[in-house]
């Protein structure tokens, strides 16, 4: 099994294959419009304008699961992100990501991939501490644990890696750079 053997609901309704992304290296992030890592959207639009010519997608599923931070419809959060950050990546519709409603694709992501933890530094210890009065057994099992988490696919399908949000972005786009 892997990431061609789903599809997923795009931002405008239409239900996308991801099988037409054959080919190509793929970053899956869930993200949301009100959190304190919406500024990856910056980041993240800049790897796409460098490395979408040479195989690169971005598909952003936006997801109201941690702390109602993507309260908005489908449209709300496709015209924030479009006018606020200009991003051009693929956008799908708003899903869950942990739990019964939790969309098959995370399913088979938040299965096959561990957190490996929030890494060092301030950021990490707040992370640690808000997402551990959510789940007390976090650390143990591969659930996503907030908004910005990032599965990088490879060319082939098959997770490459997956980046906690309190992961650097420029380790994230060496990653994706060394995949294309």
Not at 73 to 81: L, V
Request: net charge negative.
């Amino acid at each position: 099994m892997n990431i061609y053997d789903f599809s997923a609901k795009a931002q405008d309704g239409r239900e996308v294959p991801l099988s037409d992304y054959k080919g190509k290296v793929l970053l899956v992030v869930n993200t949301a419009t009100g959190c304190g890592f919406t500024p990856q959207y910056d980041p993240l639009q800049e790897l796409y304008d460098e490395c979408h010519d040479k195989g690169l997608e971005i598909l952003d599923f936006p997801c109201n699961q941690f702390a109602d931070q993507a309260p908005g419809t489908d449209d709300e959060i496709h015209t924030f992100c479009t006018g606020r950050f200009g991003i051009t990546f693929p956008q799908f519709s708003k899903v869950d990501v942990n739990g019964e409603n939790a969309i098959p694709l995370f399913r088979w992501l938040t299965s096959n991939t561990r957190f490996e933890g929030f890494g060092k530094g301030p950021m990490a210890l707040v992370m640690s501490g808000v997402v551990k009065k959510m789940d007390k057994d976090y650390k143990n099992n591969g659930n996503v644990k907030w908004n910005f988490t990032k599965f990088l696919i490879d060319r082939n399908g098959n997770i490459a890696a997956r980046f906690e949000p309190t992961e650097d972005m420029k380790v994230v786009a060496a990653k994706v750079k060394e995949l294309l």
